[in-house]
């Protein structure tokens, strides 16, 4: 399954991040940030990718260039990227494990999950236990979903998943007064448009090229 992956370095001087992400039209790019650690705006980069396995490429590239400048790789937005086959069972535990982070970051009940995934409760607790998802497209059209829902709303609060969680269940304008959530809930086309709204938001940020602040020192914590 062809995931969004997040890598973020620091050194004791910079940090940078990189992101591989789909865009509006069904293609993949590469976004990187890069700044100084006293405050010095840094600037921010589009890329496109002609496939997500040359993305796959450039970020190992990135990671090996990064380590080689003395960064060191402290966070992921999905698994190291050492002979990472999509279809492979590590790419299907590491799905697992990532949409069920999404679902505790966005405070979403047992029940819930349940619905967003269309399995019974029992299978979440599987999941939880251990047991990796099923090789079933549906099944994974729909974590892609949760998944790029969960990267856009981390994009546009900064990570707080407080805003992200109020964001998930206030009524909303955009979509006739429904909250988000309930359309999540209602449909595969819900999913669909909560995901292509979020992420016409997160790309207009980067319209412009952007002063891009140091993340918290507790992004490298743990």
């Excluded at 829902?149 to 007064?177: C, T, V, Y």
Aim: charged share 25%.
């Amino acid at each position: 399954m062809e995931q969004p992956i997040t890598l973020h370095w620091q050194s004791k001087e910079a940090y940078f991040t990189a992101v591989l992400s789909p865009d509006l039209f069904g293609s993949w790019v590469l976004v990187t940030a890069g700044g100084k650690r006293d405050g010095r705006a840094g600037r921010v980069q589009h890329k496109p990718m002609p496939t997500y396995a040359n993305g796959l490429e450039n970020l190992n590239r990135l990671r090996k260039k990064r380590r080689s400048e003395g960064y060191a790789l402290c966070a992921t937005g999905f698994m190291e990227l050492d002979g990472l086959d999509p279809q492979s069972p590590a790419s299907r535990d590491a799905e697992t494990s990532a949409v069920l982070r999404a679902f505790r970051n966005l405070a979403i009940p047992l029940a819930q999950q349940a619905l967003l995934l269309g399995v019974e409760e029992t299978v979440i607790n599987a999941y939880q236990d251990g047991k990796a998802l099923a090789n079933s497209p549906l099944l994974l059209d729909r974590v892609r979903l949760i998944m790029a829902i969960h990267k856009a709303l981390h994009s546009l609060f900064a990570g707080d998943p407080i805003r992200a969680q109020e964001w998930m269940r206030r009524q909303n304008p955009r979509f006739e007064q429904a909250r988000p959530l309930e359309l999540m809930l209602g449909s595969l086309d819900g999913l669909k448009i909560v995901r292509a709204y979020l992420e016409s938001e997160v790309d207009s940020m980067f319209r412009e090229p952007l002063a891009v602040g140091l993340p918290p020192d507790h992004a490298c914590s743990g």
